[in-house]
């Protein structure tokens, strides 16, 4: 009677979780379908105007391109900069290594307003304006340490064994990277990109304050949020939560593959 009661309570309190989280979501998509201006109930639709409305404009498709562009690059640095740290840190000893790692953690525990704020007051004295490679910077700082350590938790003692039977066949430090380590925590590295990406698409605060004209496409959306919710708000929201999806579903398919493999 114990055990059943349990469950039911165990079962309640996850249905309970998945309602508080996906309820949202699910209204968002749902009024993204509003036949009206008015993103209210009654619902009015269905209607996929607004989904047409959103990718015929310029400003919101040329913010979309932006926030790809620096969602891919600040994430292949973050992860290709923290593999490395990673790497270095784990294979070897040297004076305060711990200390080194403590600061390249830091920046997780750093507000984004003052990284933002400090590279705004950065560029000013360098005599650089605001651009959309500014707001790669300040995403590689602050996902830089969260690949850190997502790859420095996967550099085990079995790595290293494998890695010194790599460099006993006469392996370079070079090709073990490449063909023994990276290959061995490629798992680690898909997610440790997928997640610097998913942090990259939707920060605001720092590509609201070091961009001018080229804005990404949270900038975008928080222009048109000054106005009041609209079904078109949803839409771009609607498609956002679409794009997280299939791109986490691409990675589980291709990691499955890989470990059948």
Known sequence: MTRQLGNLLSGFYLTACYVFILLPVAVLILFSFQDGRLAVPPFKGPTLQWYVTIFTSDRMTDGLINSLIVGIS??????ILGFLAAYGISRYEFPARRLLQGVIILPLAVSYLLVGMGLLVTISWLGLGPSLWTVVIGHVVINMPLAFAICLAQLGEHQR???WAARDLGASTFRVLAQVTMPMIAPALVAAFCLCFTLSWDEFIIAFLVTRFDVT????????????????TNAVGSFIFLCSIVMLVVVELLLFRKHRA
Do not use: Y
Not at 74 to 79: G, M, P, Y
Not at 217 to 232: A, E, H, K, T, Y
């Open 74 to 79: 600040s994430s292949a640095i973050s992860v």
């Open 161 to 163: 064994k494998i890695e």
């Open 217 to 232: 496409l949270p900038v975008v959306i928080w222009s048109m949020l000054r106005g009041g919710l609209s079904p078109q």
